[in-house]
């Protein structure tokens, strides 16, 4: 046999069990059971300003989670959110946290303590009405957990700007107002 030809039928000799190969780790794949994330997602909640809000929900043991997402109303400040847990002794002691906001993404995951009595409390921020922003929190127990998500919301500042300009218009406004009284007047 020629060498060339030799090279050629090994050559398509090793791509047909790489072929193979990357067929059969495929279907081994495929069959594998999957179980989805059981995350239970709450409706959405609408927040405005000035206001108090407290949310809770509980996550069953064969659950992996649960998902609070708000919509903003209006221009708001939320300070900071206080988040809480109670669950049975002798499960899992922490469970993982993060908070979303469209406007600089998710916060790092932050770890929630489910023995300590109380709230870990987490900075908030500015939101723009229209944003969605979510408060997702994960664990992996075999117990059922009950969460709390609270905070205060607060009005947002007019920029100084935009004040002026208001202020501006109103100063304006009044003028015009009184031009018109004095010219009706003579």
Known sequence: MQPHIVRGVLYLGYETMKILKTT????AFVAL?????????LPTADVTAPEDFS??????????????????????IIPFFSLSSSAPSG?????????????VGPTPFGQLNLDTIGADVTAG???????????????????????????????????????GLLLLTALGGAA???????????
């Open 91 to 103: 499960g899992s002691t922490t469970t993982t946290y993060e908070i979303s906001n469209p406007a």
């Open 176 to 186: 015009a107002m009184r031009r018109r009284k004095t010219s009706a007047a003579a």
């Open 24 to 27: 059969c780790a495929a279907l």
């Open 33 to 41: 059971p999957f179980t989805a994330s059981a995350l239970t997602v």
């Open 125 to 163: 921020t500015t939101y723009s009405a229209g944003d969605i922003f979510t408060i997702t929190l994960l664990e992996g127990v075999d117990t059922p957990i009950s969460y709390t998500v609270s905070f205060a919301t607060q009005i947002a500042a007019v920029p100084v700007p935009a004040a």
């Open 55 to 76: 949310f809770s929900a509980t996550v069953d043991a064969s659950e992996d989670g649960v998902q609070f997402t708000f919509q903003i109303l209006e221009d708001l």
